[in-house]
C-alpha cells in the first residue's frame, strides 16, 4: 500500500488589517445598495409611500391591545406573567455561570433550523439571547391567542403579522447575534460581508430598486435549455396564451387527449422541471397526447382582461383547438391551484350551456371552496383589497413580485430570512435548484382578473355556493357530473387539504380525494422514479373531518402519478396511432416551450 499524502488547508486566522480592509468594501457595496434602491425613485418611477400592509398591520395589533389596556388587572397579570418568565430564564443563567447543571427555561422546537448550530447551546451568552427571544415569541403569541372577543379573521391576521415580526427579529438575522456568521466574520475577517453586500445591491438592482432575494443560482437555469424541455410545438396562440402540443413518444396513444390548465399567477414549467421531474414528459411517456397552456406574462395592456376573458381565451379556446388538432370534441382535463378554480368554473359553464366537451377533470391542490382557504386569507377582506384595486388601477396589473412576496412570507423563516442570513451575511450564493428559480420566476396579473378572482372565491365564496355568474352564466357545480381527480397535499399553506377535501362535495359526479404527502409544490412534482413520499387514499369524503378521513385512509408509498394514469385509463381505455405535432390545419408557430414562457417580469 502506497503512502497518500493529504493536504490541509490552513485554518483562517483573523487578520485585523484585512478585517479593516473589507469593512470598507463591505460599506462601498453598502452604498452601492443604496444607489439602486434610490435610482428609480431618483427618476420618478415608483412613489415612496406607506404600503397597504402597514395600516393593517397597526389596526390589527391596536385591536388586540384595546383587549389588554382596557382591563388594568388583566394588564398586571399579564406583565408579572411576563417578568417571571424573564426573571426564571436570568436565575437559571446565573446558576449556570456558577457551574450548576440547570433546565432551560425554553427550547426551540426541533424542526426550527434557526438554531442547529451546536453553539447556541454551549455558548452561554447565545443561549441566553436564544431563550429570551423564544420566550418572547411565546408571550407575543400568547397575547394574540388569549385576546378575548377578537373576530376570527382579526385573529388570523393578528397571528401572521406576530408570526412575521418574530421571524424578522430573531438573533439569528443579525451578525453579531448569530454564532455561525459571527466565527464565519472573523475567520475570514469580514470578507463573507463583502460578498453579501455585493450581492445585495445587484439584488436590489435586478428588483429595479426593490429587494429579489435570490433563492437559486440563475446559471445553468434557463427555460427551454436546462428547464421545460420536453420536445413539442406551439400549435396556437391569442393574446392571453400559447397552447402547447407534445411530440408523442409512444407508437400507441390514448385516444382522448389531455388538456393541462397551469395557474397564471406562475409559469407552467413548475410541471416541466429537468426532465427527471417533468410531470409533463412522464405523462406523454405514459401514451398521453398532452396539450398544455402557456399564460402570457401580462402587461398594462393587458389589464383590463377578465376572469370571463381568461376562461374563453384559454381552455375554451383549447378545447376548440384540440378537436381541430386530434379530431376530438372531448378532452380529459388537468388543472393546478389557481387554474384548477378556473377549470372548475369552465366545467359549471360547460355543464350550464349542455356542451359535453369533457371526459375527465383533475385537480392539482386547487380550491372550489374557500371556507378554510389557508394563511392566504390573512390578506383577503373588504378594506385590504379595495386598496389593492386602487394600486392596481395605476399599474394595471398586479405585479408579480407582489405576490411572490406574498407566498413568501407564508413561510418566511424558509424562503425569505435563511436565504438573508445565507446571502447576505455570509455571502453564499445559492445553489441551482430548478423549483426555486421556478419560484422567483413571477409573472403579473391582470388587474380586472385578479380583482374579480380575490372578490368571488376568496372574499365571497361564490363558486361553491352556486351564486357566481361568468358570462351573464350562473355557476352551479352540482351540475358538473365527469369523473374528478382531486389531489391535495398534507403541509399545504395554500390550498389546504382540508379545503380541498370539503370543496370535493360540491361536485354532481364521482370524485376520487386523493392526499399526497410534502406540500403545494413537492406533493404534487414528485416523479415516481425518486421514490418519495406517500399518498393516502379513501372514498369517503362526504361529511368528514379531514383527521377522520386520514384515520380511515390506506396510504400508499411513492408517488401518486401512477395511480392517477390508472384512473384516467379506467375511465376511457381505447388507443388510436401517436398523434404529429404542428402539421395539417395547425402547422407549429415555434418550439416549445414557447415565448411567452420566457418574458420575465
Known amino acids: 500500500m502506497s503512502d497518500v499524502k493529504t493536504e490541509t488547508q490552513p485554518k483562517k486566522t483573523f487578520d485585523p488589517e484585512a478585517f479593516a480592509m473589507n469593512l470598507a468594501r463591505a460599506m462601498e457595496s453598502s452604498g452601492q445598495a443604496l444607489a439602486a ?35 388594568k388587572e388583566r394588564t398586571g397579570d399579564l406583565q408579572m406573567k411576563m417578568g417571571r418568565a424573564y426573571l426564571d430564564l436570568w436565575g437559571s443563567s446565573m446558576r449556570r455561570m456558577a457551574g450548576e447543571q440547570t433546565k432551560p427555561a425554553i427550547e426551540p422546537s426541533p424542526r426550527d433550523k434557526r438554531f442547529k448550530d451546536p453553539e447556541w447551546k454551549s455558548n452561554q451568552f447565545f443561549d441566553f439571547l436564544m431563550q429570551l427571544y423564544l420566550l418572547t415569541t411565546q408571550w407575543a403569541q400568547e397575547l394574540v391567542r388569549s385576546a378575548e372577543g377578537l373576530d376570527p379573521h382579526t385573529r388570523k391576521k393578528a397571528e401572521f403579522y406576530v408570526q412575521q415580526i418574530t421571524n424578522a427579529i430573531s438573533p439569528s438575522n443579525f451578525v453579531l447575534t448569530n454564532p455561525e456568521v459571527l466565527r464565519e466574520t472573523l475567520a475570514s475577517s469580514g470578507d463573507n460581508l463583502v460578498r453579501g453586500m455585493k450581492m445585495l445591491a445587484e439584488d436590489i438592482e435586478a428588483g429595479h430598486g426593490s429587494l429579489r432575494i435570490r433563492q437559486s443560482d440563475p446559471s445553468n437555469m434557463v427555460v427551454g435549455v436546462n428547464m421545460a424541455t420536453t420536445p413539442g410545438k406551439v400549435i396556437f396562440q391569442n393574446d392571453l396564451m400559447q397552447l402547447i402540443q407534445y411530440t408523442p413518444t409512444t407508437e400507441n396513444v390514448l385516444r382522448t ?124 377582506d373588504e378594506d385590504q383589497i379595495a386598496a389593492l384595486e386602487r394600486d392596481m388601477q395605476v399599474s394595471g396589473v398586479l405585479e408579480g413580485s407582489k405576490m411572490a412576496m406574498a407566498f413568501n412570507m407564508l413561510r418566511s423563516n424558509d424562503l425569505i430570512w435563511s436565504y438573508v442570513v ?36 376568496y372574499l365571497e365564496n361564490r363558486l361553491s355556493t352556486g351564486s357566481m355568474v361568468l358570462d ?15 389531489l391535495a397535499t398534507r403541509e399545504d399553506h395554500i390550498a389546504p387539504a382540508e379545503s380541498v377535501l370539503y370543496g370535493s362535495q360540491f361536485f354532481g359526479g364521482p370524485v376520487k380525494y386523493v392526499l399526497s404527502g410534502s406540500g403545494h409544490i413537492a406533493g404534487v412534482v414528485n416523479p415516481p422514479s425518486l421514490g418519495k413520499y406517500q399518498f393516502w387514499t379513501n372514498d369517503h369524503i362526504k361529511d368528514v373531518s379531514l383527521a377522520d378521513w386520514i384515520t380511515g385512509a390506506q396510504e400508499h408509498k411513492g408517488s401518486w402519478w401512477p395511480d392517477w394514469r390508472g384512473w384516467l385509463g379506467g375511465i376511457d381505455a381505447e388507443e388510436v396511432p401517436a398523434r404529429s405535432v404542428g402539421t395539417g390545419a395547425l402547422p407549429a408557430i415555434e418550439d416549445a416551450p414557447g415565448s411567452y414562457v420566457r418574458v420575465r417580469a
Request: hydrophobic share 40%.
Open 37 to 71: 434602491y434610490l435610482k428609480p425613485r431618483e427618476n420618478g418611477e415608483p412613489k415612496d409611500k406607506p404600503p397597504n400592509e402597514l395600516g393593517e398591520v397597526i389596526k390589527t395589533f391596536t385591536t388586540v391591545a384595546e383587549y389588554w389596556l382596557s382591563d
Open 257 to 380: 387527449p389531455l388538456l393541462i390548465v397551469p395557474p397564471w399567477i406562475n409559469k407552467f414549467y413548475i410541471l416541466d422541471l429537468k426532465p427527471e421531474k417533468s410531470y409533463i414528459k412522464w405523462c406523454v411517456d405514459q401514451g398521453i397526447t398532452v396539450f398544455v397552456i402557456s399564460w402570457v406574462n401580462p402587461d398594462k395592456k393587458l389589464g383590463q382582461k377578465t376572469f370571463e376573458d381568461y376562461m374563453k381565451e384559454g381552455p375554451l379556446t383549447a378545447m376548440d383547438v384540440i378537436e381541430k388538432a386530434t379530431g376530438e370534441m372531448k378532452v380529459h382535463t388537468a388543472g393546478y391551484c389557481v387554474g384548477g378554480t378556473l377549470l372548475a368554473s369552465t366545467l359549471a359553464w360547460l355543464a350550464e350551456k349542455r356542451r359535453v366537451r369533457v371526459t375527465s377533470a383533475t385537480f392539482f391542490a386547487a380550491q372550489v371552496d374557500f371556507t378554510h382557504a389557508g394563511d392566504l386569507l390573512v390578506f383577503v
Open 422 to 457: 445565507s446571502n447576505y451575511l455570509k455571502g453564499q450564493s445559492p445553489t441551482a435548484f430548478d423549483l426555486l428559480h421556478w419560484n422567483s420566476d413571477a409573472t403579473r396579473m391582470p388587474a380586472a382578473n385578479h380583482s374579480y378572482y380575490l372578490r368571488n372565491c
Open 472 to 486: 351573464n352564466t350562473l355557476l352551479d357545480l352540482s351540475k358538473v357530473k365527469v369523473p374528478v381527480y382531486n
